[in-house]
Structure formats: structure tokens, C-alpha cells
């Protein structure tokens, strides 16, 4: 039985893969940028079931009640703060240890601060002659296309 | 031709069934030319003293007082709020005679109950002052906190949540000026004769706008089991 047309053309030996970097193989010195939420603080659970305790053993006429929610404000107040003042590092982009977490900004600024080494830029391989490539020779195949041949 | 598109704008303006209302709240330009003309001075205090030479106002005309602006002696802000809310269709004026009618109505009978106080003690204990009654009583309308709308899974929960001053005192005039409205419906009684009656009884912590406080405390209470999705709410 004579092999087929399609056998023959196929070469003999197995497939060599070979590796091309197209992009350097660095990270990038961007991480995409967030809404940074504050984690920390509390919901003030403790005192608003303190509140709804008084208001419960008073029916509910608050005249009694003005401790526990002053408490309940202070605690509210006090957490409003501290998500402010989160908020406004992370816009800031500011760096210090108060809290655990980078933010996105956070890391954005320490990124531009130490950046990696040169990582490159679009379009990365395309078309780009390194210096052992002459002018003369078709590296791009570009032979028989219409405008610039080189 | 003129008088035709005149008369097609004020169909325009008046057409109920336009999709989009003319808002007339904020004045989108202005008579004043930026110009020509100049802030007037509204504050007692920099109105006796005088001007700097250089200052523009010196050559430049004046626009007229608000109305809200004029130094009166009992300028309240307490009360202007509540005037404002009060507000329908843009008459202040009346809005404003039907307050102060009330807090005069106020001040009579508290004078009445002066009056009538044998002891010097007993005296002392009433406050004249229908600016304070009033202040206080709003004071006393203002709910500890409000509940807010959180949609899950289809279901619309009332998560209670903590409120500002500023809004609580708003929802407070708001609940005691509805109450008052509801009362002077159909001319069952007057706007004035409700509103001070109302403000005199939650003065002392008692009537309709507190008891409508008490039972929205109930609900925010029956909400409580929800209070935590206040973070994903806000």
C-alpha cells in the first residue's frame, strides 16, 4: 500500500517546540487599581443591642436611653473616623505602618518608587531588528508585501 | 408668531403630562449681573462697621435681602428649617405666618400658665420662650436612628442604622409637620392651631409625633436581627 500524498510531505522527525520570550517575562509595575475598603473597625453590634435592650424595658420611650446611645454614637463616630482617615491614605497612596495590608495605591507607589528592570513595552517583539540582523535579509517576510520591503 | 410660541411655552411649562418636570428649585441663572453687582451684607455685626476703601461694594450696586436674610431679632434656625419644610408651592410667606403663628399662640399659653402659677418656683419652671419650646420639642421628635433599604435575594430588608443630628432633626420636623397636615385636613382645624398644640404636648413628651417616634423605635427594634448588614447597606 503506497503512503498517501499528505504522509509523505509530513517530516519524519517529531516536532521541535521552541521557546520565543515575546514579552519579557517580567511582572508588570501596575496592579490594577481597586476601591480600598477598610476591614477593620466594628459594626458597633454590642451597643446598638444595648440600645434596643433600653428601648425594649422602656417601651420604648428613649428619654431613658440617652446613655446608650450616646455610646452607640461615640462608636459609630470613632469607626466613621478611622475609615475616613483609611480612605484618605489609601488616595494618597501614602506608606506607613498602620495598616497590614498594602492597598492598590499603596502598591502602586512603592512599584514606581523601586521598579523592576527594564520590562519592555507594546509592541514588544514585532518587527524589532536586533543588532546582528542585517537590512538586507527578509526577517519579516515582508519581501512581497505592498509598501516598505525591509 | 411671537404670541403662538409664547403660548406653546407656557403649555410647555404647564403640561402635566411632560416627562421631565421644570425644576424650579435652583435658580439656573440669575438677574444680577455678576458684574455690576454685589453680596449684600446680612450679618449685624460687619454691617456697623465700615467698609475697607477698597473694598468693591463701595462702587458696586447691592442686590436685595433674601427675605430669609432679614436682621430680625428672633432670626432661629430651628425654626427657619421648619419654616422651609412647611414650604408648598413656593409660598414662604405663608409658610412662615402659619409658624409663627403657632409659636405665638405658644407663648400666649405658656404666659397663661405663668400666670396662673401661685409660686415663685413654679414660675421659674415654665419656659416662656416659644423659640426654646419649639426647639426643644423638635429635640424631643428626633428618632435614635433610622432604618435603610437593603435588597438581597429579592427580599427588601429594614436594616436599622445610626443617623446624623442633622438628619434626625430633619425626619423629627418632617413627622410633626405631616401629623399637623393630617390633623388640618379638610379644615378639620387650622395648620397653626395643630402644629402648636402639637409642639406644646411634645414639649412634654407626649402626643401624636412622639408616638409616632415610639412606634417607628418598635420597628427599627423588630429590625434588629438585620443590623448587621448595616456595613453592606451604607
Known amino acids: 500500500?503506497?503512503?498517501?500524498?499528505?504522509?509523505?510531505?509530513?517530516?519524519?522527525?517529531?516536532?521541535?517546540?521552541?521557546f520565543r520570550e515575546?514579552?519579557?517575562?517580567?511582572?508588570r509595575n501596575k496592579v490594577s487599581e481597586q476601591a480600598d475598603r477598610y476591614s477593620g473597625g466594628s459594626a458597633c453590634t454590642q451597643e446598638h443591642q444595648l440600645l434596643f435592650a433600653c428601648l425594649r424595658k422602656w417601651e420604648f420611650d428613649d428619654t431613658h436611653c440617652y446613655k446608650e446611645h450616646a455610646a452607640f454614637m461615640a462608636c459609630v463616630e470613632a469607626g466613621e473616623k478611622l475609615r475616613r482617615e483609611f480612605k484618605e491614605h489609601a488616595e494618597k497612596g501614602e506608606l506607613g505602618d498602620s495598616t497590614k495590608k498594602l492597598t492598590s495605591?499603596?502598591?502602586?507607589?512603592?512599584?514606581?518608587?523601586?521598579?523592576q528592570a527594564d520590562g519592555g513595552h507594546f509592541p514588544f517583539r514585532f518587527m524589532k531588528r536586533l543588532p546582528h540582523m542585517s537590512y538586507?535579509?527578509?526577517?519579516?517576510?515582508r519581501k512581497d508585501k505592498v509598501g516598505k520591503n525591509s | 408668531?411671537?404670541?403662538?410660541?409664547?403660548?406653546?411655552?407656557?403649555?410647555?411649562?404647564?403640561?402635566?403630562?411632560?416627562?421631565?418636570?421644570?425644576?424650579?428649585s435652583q435658580p439656573l441663572r440669575t438677574v444680577y449681573d455678576p458684574k455690576a453687582f454685589e453680596e449684600p451684607i446680612t450679618d449685624k455685626k460687619l454691617l456697623i462697621q465700615p467698609l475697607e476703601e477698597s473694598d468693591p461694594r463701595n462702587f458696586l450696586l447691592i442686590k436685595a435681602m433674601q427675605s430669609d436674610d432679614t436682621p430680625v431679632f428672633y432670626r432661629d434656625r430651628v425654626v427657619d428649617k421648619f419654616v422651609n419644610l412647611c414650604l408648598q408651592r413656593g409660598y414662604k410667606e405663608i409658610a412662615r405666618t402659619m409658624v409663627y403663628e403657632a409659636l405665638e399662640t405658644i407663648k400666649r399659653h405658656q404666659y397663661k400658665a405663668w400666670r396662673k402659677a401661685p409660686t415663685a418656683a413654679e414660675k421659674s419652671a415654665i419656659e416662656l420662650n416659644p423659640f426654646v419650646v419649639f426647639s426643644q420639642s423638635i429635640k424631643n421628635c428626633q428618632p435614635m436612628m433610622k432604618l435603610i433599604k437593603l435588597t438581597r435575594g429579592g427580599i427588601v430588608y429594614q436594616v436599622p442604622a445610626p443617623v446624623a443630628p442633622s438628619q434626625a432633626e430633619f425626619m423629627a420636623m418632617k413627622s410633626l409637620r405631616d401629623i399637623c397636615r393630617e390633623k388640618a385636613h379638610k379644615g378639620r382645624t387650622s395648620f397653626e392651631t395643630a402644629l402648636a398644640g402639637e409642639i406644646l404636648s411634645a414639649y412634654k413628651n407626649e402626643g401624636a409625633t412622639i408616638q409616632a417616634k415610639q412606634e417607628f423605635h418598635k420597628q427599627c427594634e423588630a429590625n434588629r436581627a438585620f443590623a448587621h448588614y448595616r456595613t453592606m447597606a451604607s
Not at chain 2, 7 to 14: E, N, P, Q
Open chain 1, 136 to 141: 538586507a535579509d527578509d526577517h519579516f517576510h
Open chain 1, 1 to 18: 500500500m503506497h503512503p498517501s500524498p499528505a504522509a509523505l510531505s509530513r517530516a519524519v522527525f517529531p516536532k521541535k517546540m521552541y
Open chain 2, 1 to 24: 408668531m411671537r404670541l403662538r410660541s409664547l403660548v406653546t411655552l407656557g403649555r410647555m411649562i404647564a403640561a402635566p403630562s411632560s416627562a421631565r418636570a421644570l425644576s424650579v
Open chain 1, 22 to 27: 515575546t514579552q519579557p517575562m517580567t511582572l
Open chain 1, 105 to 115: 495605591s499603596q502598591l502602586n507607589k512603592l512599584m514606581s518608587m523601586y521598579p
